[in-house]
């Protein structure tokens, strides 16, 4: 290549690289290809050229125009790979930022329904004492219902005012219910095998009774614990323990009481103590009763396929609205299911909130 051709290469070439932006390399574009760019010039100067040397310097200029907009392009993609790193960097999101506290303006608060925060305590409560969780279905049958709880044919639990009978699902089916408690989950428990068992079953129990205090679809724990030498003492000193770590209460009275379940031998009801007048649990001279439980009956044992000379042990029920409305003074049982936002905000729990638990004992 000629001399002069070398040097405006050369020119170019460094006006290229100092191009910082694609202004800039456009500039230098239109100096060197433009209408009166100094390449263009050369090819529009070929006519003065000899004839002898023409077709060699017309090879050589278009070569020079050829390396020189390679050189430009190659310019290009290096600016604009430089500008989307620069652009990928500052418009980096941050993973890492803390929620907002609050939604914002405008936006629906949700809450957690008091029904989930209480099965939610339950399952930490008991959790530290060891017990699992266990759930089953609401579609029983007769026997896992009641059959299997040692409840007679002729109990007044199985009545049809009190039970939801749901017809065979095709000729020759079996009758189902809705399960009135959730007992045959821990049935299900013991026949899926040999104890230790400790777990507690919340769920949804339904039962054809509806009032003012009464709603046909409601909610229930149950615990039972199962090995060779578990003993009533055992029973008083857990629930104990639950129900004060439950109300927050480090010396809440509590009271057991004899009383009969088919299912439980000895049975006992078990009450608190409270100020009837202010609703303040622990507080004032009142009894309050707040859950059912007992021995496990040995012929409940034995319906679910456990020895009832080796394996013994306790088991225990309550309902969860009933603990949910005392622990938090709520008076009405209605608005638990009407799903009304004002009352979900107002007795809801923000999924943000601190979960502090009293310690167990
Ligand atoms: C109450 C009383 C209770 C049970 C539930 C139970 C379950 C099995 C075996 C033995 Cl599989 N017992 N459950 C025992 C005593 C009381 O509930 O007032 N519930 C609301």
């Not at 023409?54 to 050189?71: C, F, Q, S, Y």
């Not at 809705?178 to 821990?186: I, N």
């Not at 509806?210 to 008083?236: I, N, Y």
């Amino acid at each position: 290549m000629s001399d002069d051709l070398q040097a405006l290469r050369a020119t170019l070439e460094a006006a290229a690289a100092e191009a910082a932006d694609p202004r800039a390399l456009d500039a230098v574009r239109v100096a060197a290809l433009g209408k009166s760019g100094q390449v263009t010039a050369l090819l529009k100067g070929l006519g003065a050229v000899p004839p002898e040397q023409r077709k060699a310097r017309g090879a050589e200029v278009n070569a020079l125009k050829a390396e020189i907009e390679r050189l430009l392009d190659g310019r290009r993609v290096a600016l604009e790979a430089r500008a989307l790193d620069a652009r990928l960097l500052a418009e980096r999101v941050d993973v890492s930022l803390p929620p907002r506290p609050t939604p914002p303006a405008g936006a629906e608060a949700g809450a957690i329904h008091p029904i989930t925060r209480t099965v939610e305590e339950l399952t930490a409560i008991f959790g530290t004492m060891g017990f699992g969780v266990a759930e089953g279905p609401d579609i029983e049958g007769d026997w896992h219902n009641f059959g299997a709880l040692n409840i007679p044919a002729h109990h007044p639990a199985r009545q049809d005012q009190d039970t939801f009978y749901l017809p065979p699902a095709h000729a020759g089916g079996v009758e189902t219910v809705l399960r009135t408690h959730t007992s045959p989950v821990q049935a299900r428990t013991m026949l899926a095998g040999d104890p230790p068992i400790r777990v507690i079953v919340p769920g949804r129990t339904f039962r054809a009774d509806h009032d003012a205090t009464h709603s046909p679809m409601f909610h229930q724990v149950e615990g039972l614990v199962l090995d060779r030498d578990v003993t009533l003492g055992h029973l008083k000193g857990c629930l104990i323990d639950f129900l004060r770590a439950f109300f927050a209460v480090p010396d809440l009275p509590v009271r057991f009481r004899s009383s009969y379940f088919p299912f439980t031998e000895p049975s006992m009801e078990v009450d608190i103590g409270w100020d009837r007048r202010s609703g303040a649990i622990g507080g004032g001279t009142d009894w309050l009763e707040i859950l059912g439980s007992g021995m496990v009956h040995p012929k409940v044992l034995a319906n679910c396929g456990l020895d009832p000379s080796v394996w013994q042990g306790f088991a225990f029920g309550m309902g969860i609205e009933r603990i949910t409305m005392l622990k938090h003074g709520i008076p009405d049982l209605r608005p638990f299911y009407e799903g009304d936002v004002r009352w979900l905000r107002h007795h809801g729990t923000s999924p943000l909130s601190p979960f502090n638990l009293h310690d167990a004992a």
